[in-house]
Nanobody
């Protein structure tokens, strides 16, 4: 059974930092997405098994996606957080298709809430 388990969400003030984690293994392509109330799910960052990364323009320079293969964990380091970053954040994975920032991944976690106050 596929399991993607996110953790690390919480409430921070504007300008603060959080690091999200996603326990997962055996996937060539992984990504982080977010969805705010009333909005569509959007891609935040993606990484493949060769370490190539993609970022949405609205997080470039602030967020960093990484993976620790020894720990079977995907990370999203979020710095300089803004109130508009408030959303449910999801980890996604696929074994065969590089969806990059498109929300078409086959496997999804349950999400972790990030709230940024001004």
């Amino acid at each position: 059974q596929v399991q993607l388990v996110e953790s690390g969400g919480g409430s921070v003030q504007s300008g603060g930092s959080l690091r999200l984690s996603c326990a997962a293994s055996g996937y060539r392509f992984m990504g982080w997405f977010r969805q705010a109330p009333g909005k569509e799910r959007e891609g935040v960052a993606a990484i493949d098994s060769d370490g190539r990364r993609s970022y949405a323009d609205f997080v470039k320079g602030r967020f960093t996606i990484s993976q620790d293969n020894a720990k079977n964990t995907l990370y999203l380091q979020m710095n300089s957080l803004k109130p508009e970053d408030t959303a449910m954040y999801y980890c996604a994975a696929d074994r065969s298709v590089n969806w990059s920032l498109l929300p078409q991944y086959r496997y999804w976690g349950q999400g972790t809430q990030v709230t940024v106050s001004s």
